[in-house]
């Protein structure tokens, strides 16, 4: 069985770069075309997908948050990581991490959740 346990600070201040990192058991990243997703649901709103890294490697975003997030992988550990740099309060949100299931847009494994707030 996959499983996936997200990992990272609780609290980031204003203007600096969120960083998780999602390790996944039971289950290669690389394996054939599955992709591996990071999503977002802020307090009181529903949950946003924010992008994801393929098997191969290729990364695809939300165009809201493209231009500060970066999703990279080392490929050694399992692990892929979430990076959100110049963040506001507005990044408050409890972050999954999941597998996407090939070509489709749903997903079948997915960690517990991390809840990052954004406060000076």
């Known amino acids: 069985q996959v499983q996936l346990q997200e990992s990272g600070p609780g609290l980031v201040k204003p203007s600096q770069t969120l960083s998780l990192t999602c390790t996944v058991s039971?289950?290669?990243?690389?394996?054939?075309?599955?992709?591996w997703s990071w999503i977002r649901q802020p307090p009181g709103k529903g949950p946003e997908w924010i992008g994801h890294i393929t098997n191969g490697g290729n990364t695809y975003y939300n165009p809201s948050v493209k231009s500060r997030s970066s999703i990279s992988r080392d490929t050694a550990k399992n692990q892929f990581t979430l990076q959100v740099s110049s963040v506001t309060p507005e990044d408050t949100a409890v972050y999954y991490c999941?597998?996407?299931?090939?070509?489709?847009?749903?997903?079948?494994?997915w960690g517990q959740g991390t809840q990052v707030t954004v406060s000076s």
């Open positions: 039971g289950g290669s990243i690389t394996t054939n075309y599955y992709a």
């Open positions: 999941a597998r996407r299931v090939p070509r489709s847009y749903e997903y079948d494994y």
